[in-house]
Structure formats: C-alpha cells, structure tokens
C-alpha cells in the first residue's frame, strides 16, 4: 500500500492510496471505499486505486511516470512480504503519450452527441439522455488524468476520477459546486 496524497479539511480527511495486490475490482475498492467511510463515521476517506504487480510492469511502457511518483519507499505503508520482485522500470524512459489526441477526440464527439441528444430530444422522452451524459463526463475525467497524470485508469467510480482529477489540478475543485447544483450531493452516484 502506498500513500501518495492526502488532503485535510476541516471536516474529512481523505487519503490516496495506491493498492497492489490480485483480485483488485472496482466492487472490491468499492466496498473498501464505503466501508472506511462508515467505520469512521465519515471523518476519512480514502481514493483507491488498485492493480497487480505484473499489471504495472506489462503497462508501464505508458505509464511509469505515474507509477514511479508514487511507488517510492517514502511513500510505502504496508507490504504484505519484504521480497516481493521489485518492478523494473524502463530507462531511458519516453514519457510520449500517443493516445492523447485520440481520447481527447473522442470525448469530444461524445459530449457533442449528448448535446445533439438532449436539445433534439421529445420532452417526454429522455431516454438515454443521462446515459450519454455520464459516459461523456467519465471520458472527460479519465482524459484528463491520462494528460495530468499519465495514469489511465480503467473503470474507476466517478468520485475517485473526479479526486485524481483534482489531484492532477487542484484549481478544478472549485467546479464541485457545478456538481451539487446539478444534482445536489448525488451527483456522482447518478
């Protein structure tokens, strides 16, 4: 377990933890997430992302930068066994990111289809209309934590891509309120 960030509010402190392990969903973070939430009656939080040791080391050709930020011995919390093979970085590194242009293009045309949709669509028929939203603001976030970051995240919650987000540019917390007028405290649940 690494701990690669932490922010404290006067209400909630939340941590940044990068978990590497086998058998690391999105349920199994999920479950971890809402259960570090409840035990300490919403006092801390935690951003999870987990993946296995051989997972970073078959994708590090794209995302080392990343990976080698936060898995520094500083950083370390917990190992589970003192000789686990270390990962064998790539030197020299190219921190190129080929498919920036690509994820960029295609959020694009998604969000322009939600918006085709929605001004073109029957009041009484909205179907697919927030289905099409939610795609396009989690292709947004993950494409600004591949550029930020140079971390592509899989299939992340909405909350812990909008946290990676803020980490990547703390500016953007400012929008959160944009989220709370949209659909008060649920709107990354919706």
Known sequence: IYLFHQVQTSQQTTYFLLLIGESLGTETLNRIQQSVNSKSEGRYSVVLIGHSRSWIQTNLFYQQAFFRKIMK?????????????????????????????????????????????????????????????????????????????????????????????????????KLEYLFEKLSGEDFFKE
């Open 73 to 173: 011995p500083e950083n370390l919390r917990f190992q589970s066994h003192p000789n686990h093979p270390s990962i064998h970085w790539e030197n020299p590194f190219d921190s190129g990111n080929p498919d920036i242009e690509y994820l960029h293009n295609s959020a694009v045309r998604l969000s322009a289809q939600y918006f085709v949709l929605r001004d073109h669509s029957e009041k009484c028929n909205t179907e697919g209309i927030i289905d099409l939203f939610s795609k396009s603001v989690l292709r947004i976030f993950r494409t600004l934590v591949y550029v930020k970051l140079s971390y592509l995240p899989n299939y992340l919650p909405a909350f812990t891509l909008w946290k990676l987000c803020v980490y990547a540019d703390p500016e953007l917390e």
